[in-house]
């Protein structure tokens, strides 16, 4: 697949998120099971007041350093991660 294939997978993917979740109505709280790079976490966080990202990134450290960067400015995500890099993390 050509890389403007995969880009186009990527935005109608993220596109159908918006919609789904749009249609769902405001929420008061969603939990991420896998939220990998955080793209699905940021569209989470469109309509939800808390969201809360569960994922362990076990030797995946350049995509949790991923989804940290993605989402560090987002007051209302709390994380979970055995070991440091989110907020709430035990």
């Known amino acids: 697949m050509t890389d403007m294939g995969l880009q186009s997978r990527r935005i109608n993917s993220v596109d159908g998120l918006i919609n789904l979740v749009r249609s769902s ?6 939990v991420e099971i896998g939220s990998f790079r955080g793209v699905s976490t940021e569209v989470l966080l469109l309509v939800a007041a808390q969201v809360y990202a569960v994922d362990p990134w076990t030797g995946m450290e350049a995509i949790c350093a991923k989804f940290v960067d993605r ?3 987002c007051p209302d995500l709390e994380g979970s991660r055995p070991r440091r890099g989110l907020r709430g993390a035990p």
């Not at 109505?25 to 969603?30: E, K, N, R, T, W």
């Open 25 to 30: 109505g405001d929420l008061a709280s969603v």
């Open 71 to 73: 989402t560090r400015s």
